[in-house]
């Protein structure tokens, strides 16, 4: 009795740092944000238990709203970062000359500081002082000044292509690893059957890369939905709450405007989406290792 | 009429040459083993015939077209790679199926020569499978359906047994084997294994640092190699060399000084050998205990007994390991020296620069 004792005892003691260090960095805090939407807690030095108002609340106001746009902002962003990651991993895959230098090149959206790359677009996008607004009046395909950022609309898709630019390079190689974990023979053998090259990637790579694609797109997806610098360096979630996702409202509700009950409850939602994702993830991920096992 | 021609093949990568100037004729029918140690060269010829390496120059005919240009599929060869190369998300079907898939033929047509093909290889009840649940054996099979769909002029094989354990290894030459006499195509075959040589080629190309050593049947490799490495290549346990000085060489006989193991004369029509340094050889198989017309005293360093055969190992007194092989179970002791011999007529003799002389 008193052995087994010692060992469960034993056991914990290894178990505690790690115990302790979720408890203080995730469990704690999100039990008391849990606990927080069910206040009306704000700037004032007590708060009362509300119930579900919080809740009612934000979706008897935009919040609806805010979710589609949320979604849509992802759907969009993480969609064209795998498209386009997927073409450059293509690319750097080719037996082309130069390759390695090329492979150096997609690093800098990477390596470059996020607020900094953010600023340079932000600077990009000004009507008059920015790059892209001046190249397009100097080709004559607008009129006058275009402040990207100034419209609901161009915004939109501003923020959704600076999102696209900062998460490329990682989809890019990773996808290339696992386009190179493709033994050479295979498209060898494909060649000395005569398919050429759109049809080894269509029967080949494109079937082979399918698990690092699906996981990519998951973990991206759970990125990018909680991507707040971006947005919030660009645009504050403006013009007129056209780029306000979730993590925004959420922001500009808990600590912009001091309604820490709503905010929280905002919180919740979002950590229920992910925690979806990162539940379809596991699966996935655990689908993909079972079937290399079989 | 010869099926493949290859004129004055040479390969390099950079400044160094790989393929140093092949001439081959291939007939028709024929199964041709490429032999050779790692790194001779072998299987860049294979890829050269392939169409996977470009030929830096030279000439290669298949049929009657010189197809140095063409790309694989339009060579008429199908290729059997050493990792099978199989697509591991497609099914068996799929798999054999993909050659027929990108000529685009029609369903009930791929469906009819994959039937064939799995047949052939006894794969019928595993179509539906992936090739992640197959054992070795049936992985290579269903490569060789992939290539038997394409129906072939030539087929190609690439060192396709390496990777299987010994005992799947010699099941699969024998269904190799059988297979080249169901179909009757021309088959050509990389190998470092000279067993697999000997036991399955009509016709024997021994390789050596990008040339050919020797072309012949396995026995004519075997009773008259044209030089040391042949000697020593085909075989096995390895012919024993010893180094002599050809004292005479009157176009009759060639007498050669061993050392301390005596004077030997052999049989040999030539004048050229007199006053050179020789090397006379024998295989292990070929010594008999006892005296013969020649023998010599060497002292077992270690003798393994594996029931059918008894191989014996001793140093000469010149520092070569001489081995002996012996049928049945006779009583050698290690440490205990005796008396082994051979006839003449089953020596071989080697001049300075390792050519043979007969």
Known sequence: ?294 | MSQLSLKHLEKSFGDTQIIKGIDLEVSQGEFVVFVGPSGCGKSTLLRMIAGLEDITSGDIVIGDKVVNDLPPVKRGIAMVFQSYALYPHMTVFENIAFPLRVERLPNDQVKERVGRAAKVLQLDARLEQRPGTLSGGQRQRVAIGRAIVRQPQIFLFDEPLSNLDAALRSEMRIELMELHKKLGSTMIYVTHDQVEAMTMADKIVVMNAGLIEQIGSPLELYHKPDNKFVASFIGSPKMNFIQGNATTSDGTNVTIDLGALGTIALPRATKRVAGDTVTLGIRPEHLVLGKSDFTLTVTPKIVEHLGIHTVLYADLPGGETFIALFEGDPKIEEGAPLEIGFKLSSAHLFDTAGLAVY
Do not use: H
Request: glycine residues 8%.
């Open chain 1, 1 to 294: 009795m008193t052995s087994t004792r010692n060992a469960t005892l034993f056991a914990l003691a290894l178990l505690a740092p790690a115990l302790l260090y979720i408890i203080g960095i995730v469990a704690y805090p999100l039990v008391d944000t849990i606990n927080l939407s069910f206040t009306n807690a704000a700037l004032k030095k007590t708060y009362e238990f509300v119930g579900w108002a919080n809740y009612e609340k934000i979706f008897k106001n935009n919040f609806n709203e805010v979710i589609v746009r949320t979604f849509v902002w992802t759907f969009f962003s993480v969609s064209i970062k795998m498209v386009v990651g997927t073409f450059g991993a293509v690319l750097l895959n080719a037996a082309v000359p130069g390759r390695a230098l090329f492979r150096i090149l997609t690093m800098p959206p990477w390596v470059v500081p996020m607020a900094i790359g953010i600023f340079m677009w932000g600077w990009m996008y000004n009507g008059q002082f920015g790059m892209i607004s001046g190249l397009l009046q100097n080709f004559g395909i607008v009129d006058g000044p275009i402040a990207w950022l100034a419209y609901g609309n161009t915004a939109f898709w501003a923020t959704i292509v600076t999102d696209v630019w900062i998460g490329v390079p990682l989809v890019t190689i990773y996808l290339l690893a696992a386009m190179q974990s493709i033994p050479r023979d295979l498209y060898e053998a494909a060649w000395t059957d005569g398919a050429g090259r759109f049809y080894r990637f269509r029967r080949i790579t494109f079937p082979m890369i399918i698990p690092a694609l699906v996981t990519m797109s998951l973990l991206s997806l759970i990125a990018t939905f909680n991507s707040f610098d971006i947005i919030w360096i660009l645009t504050r979630g403006g013009p007129s709450g056209s780029t306000t996702t979730m993590i925004i409202d959420t922001y500009k509700t808990a600590i912009g405007s001091y309604k820490y009950g709503e905010g929280a409850a905002r919180a919740v939602m979002i950590c229920i989406f992910l925690s979806l994702f990162c539940l379809a993830y596991f699966r996935v991920v655990g689908k993909i290792n079972t079937g290399e096992k079989a």
